[in-house]
């Protein structure tokens, strides 16, 4: 893998070498105001050029975590804004049907959520709430416990709405922590399975957990799993906790998971959770955001596994209800 800390060195030389202006900055300035040709049909890069569209195709990320509190809603958020930033259409969906809280990292209070789509009460563009930052969130169902509880009616009611959201370049599924069926289900359908981790003993043994219980669920072992460490102080300690994990994977459960990146433990973010707002907006340059940047680089370099679009999550997501 390219070395990440050299990388994000040369991410910095190259903004203050070209005078770039970041979307956002040090003060909070949302990145993108409303209006902004960016939350528009016809998206535009970061330099202000046309972006290509991607043909229709829409890829959906899901972000999850063996336990809570590693930062799973951190990274859902943030990976957003760095894809808002290529000028893409990008949709954050709180999965979390117990206690979603996308919203409450944002500081707002959506009057409509997931719940009320699934009891048919609202429509997805009802609910479909766009915010400061240049992208749009679907907030969770507080206290829905299962979507395996969805009558045959209310499933296929879901299906209809969730394919609303299809013409957006980018879904980010941000789901609840553990290994519940629901998680397992958007795992199961996302083209790219991001899991999150800290250098924590007990947040990698839970990490190893939902990747092991992955290999005992599935047939299918090309799952698209993507490891970040979150909240390290090196590259290299991020390193022997990502090896780690990947080996043992590999070595005991014939399971194939790429180290995608890491995070730098930064007191911005904790700053920015107490602010709720995304810490790539307090603090654009901070080695949060820096992080995060090269990881969405990385991620638009990889290649999805072929899933057979929007249509085909819908059905392996209900296949498993």
């Known amino acids: 893998m390219e070395d990440q800390a050299e990388k994000l060195r040369e991410i910095v030389r190259q903004k203050n070498g070209a005078g770039e202006k970041p979307a956002g900055t040090g003060n909070g300035v949302p990145f993108y105001k409303n209006g902004d040709a960016s939350r528009k049909g016809g998206a535009r890069g970061a330099n202000g050029g046309d972006q290509a569209p991607r043909g229709g195709k829409t890829r959906i990320i899901t972000v999850t975590s063996g336990k809570g509190g590693v930062g799973k809603t951190n990274l859902s958020v943030n990976m957003a804004l760095a894809y808002a930033r290529l000028g893409k259409k990008v949709v954050v969906m709180d999965a979390d049907l117990g206690l979603a809280n996308v919203n409450v990292m944002l500081n707002m209070i959506p009057k409509w959520n997931l719940y009320h789509v699934i009891r048919k009460q609202k429509t997805m563009k009802e609910i479909l709430v766009e915010t400061d930052y240049g992208i749009s969130i679907v907030a969770g169902a507080s206290g829905f416990s299962k979507i395996a509880n969805l009558t045959e009616d209310e499933r ?15 879904i980010i599924i ?32 839970d990490a190893y957990g939902i990747i092991k219980i992955i290999a005992t669920e599935y047939d299918n ?9 979150n ?6 300690e991020a390193k022997k906790v990502a090896d780690r994990m990947t080996n043992i994977a590999g070595q005991f459960l014939n399971l194939k998971v790429d180290y995608l990146g890491f995070i730098y ?12 707002r995304p810490f790539m907006v307090i603090d654009p340059k901070c080695k949060a955001s820096l992080c995060v940047q090269h990881i969405v680089q990385r991620m638009e370099k990889s290649e999805p596994r072929e899933t057979g679009g ?5 059905k392996r997501l209900f296949g498993r209800a």
């Not at 296929?156 to 980018?170: G, H, K, P, V």
């Open 156 to 170: 296929q009611n879901f299906i209809e709405e969730l394919n609303t959201l299809s013409n957006a370049d980018i």
């Open 174 to 205: 941000d789901t609840s922590a553990g290994v519940s069926s629901n998680v397992l289900d958007f795992i199961a359908a996302a083209e790219d399975a991001v899991i999150i981790t800290t250098p924590e003993p007990t947040a990698i043994t």
């Open 221 to 229: 072992l090309n799952m698209g799993l993507k490891l970040v460490v």
């Open 231 to 236: 909240r390290v102080k090196s590259a290299a």
């Open 265 to 276: 433990d930064d007191a911005v973010v904790s700053q920015a959770v107490l602010r709720q």
């Open 310 to 314: 929007f249509a085909s999550m819908m």
